[in-house]
């Protein structure tokens, strides 16, 4: 119980929300939100109580933000975080109940931030934008160096990410655990959006470094914060050894 507890706190630590209807709003609470597509969801292991291998494969691509809340990725005790995610919702995404829920949980698969990030980020790569140097185009740049410095990406690798679409399902995936956990909507409508996200994902990207690189980039580029914010979960994610894209594959 304790350690469930902790995970609630984890909710509420202080950070910048994130709202999906496009800018940044900022508030003391949690970072939140995500987004997927596929067709059926694997059937849960209800026997033992336990995510089938599927399932917990698929909540991977939610983790960014569960590591930076400190929650367990694979840990899906909906009544346990019911009020945590009520509240959740509330403050990061006005989201209150089914209808909301849905309209953003389909905002987030349609569209989310890259449709206006996946311009900025063509536009970023242009020699006019090294002109400029514009605070975006040093965001993407230290994006590109922390990568390449410290986590063995080369610089073609960032610069071939083609679409910053990975921020959105990493917070499809968990603002789809927490309207789950609200009671907003099914399980099976929360594995309904989580696979979805999870194929377009798989569309866009072809390794967890991709992916990962691809939710750093939206979170600098849309969303406004420096790289350094997110250096402990790039180091939990792709240093670590027994980190969660070490012990899942990506397709």
């Not at 790289?227 to 670590?240: P, T, V």
């Amino acid at each position: 119980m304790k350690n469930k507890t902790k995970l609630l706190i984890g909710l509420f630590v202080v950070l910048t929300i994130v709202s999906c209807k496009g800018k940044e709003e900022k508030t003391d609470s949690a970072d939140t939100a995500a987004q997927t597509e596929t067709s059926s969801a694997p059937a849960k292991e209800e026997a033992k109580g336990k995510l089938s291998k599927e399932q917990e494969n698929a909540l991977v691509f939610g983790a960014v933000l569960t590591t930076r809340n400190d929650m367990s990725f694979d840990d899906l005790e909906a009544e346990e975080y019911k009020d945590a995610s009520i509240q959740v919702l509330r403050s990061a995404w006005k989201v209150t109940d089914t209808a909301t829920a849905k309209e953003t949980l389909e905002s987030l698969l349609a569209e989310g931030h890259r449709a206006e990030g996946d311009p900025m980020l063509t536009e970023l790569r242009t020699p006019e934008a090294a002109e400029k140097n514009t605070e975006e185009f040093q965001a993407y740049e230290d994006v590109k160096k922390n990568l390449v410095d410290n986590y063995g990406y080369t610089a073609e690798q960032v610069d071939g990410i083609k679409t910053i679409s990975a921020w959105d399902y990493d917070r499809l995936v968990n603002v789809a655990r927490f309207s789950h956990s609200a009671g907003y909507i099914t399980e099976q409508e929360m594995w309904d959006y989580i696979n979805k996200a999870v194929t377009q994902a798989k569309n866009d990207y072809n390794s967890w470094e991709e992916y990962f690189a691809g939710v750093m980039l939206g979170r600098t580029i849309v969303y406004g914060q420096p790289f350094a914010d997110s250096k402990a979960q790039a180091d939990k994610l792709l240093k670590d050894a027994d980190s969660v894209y070490k012990t899942h594959p990506f397709k």
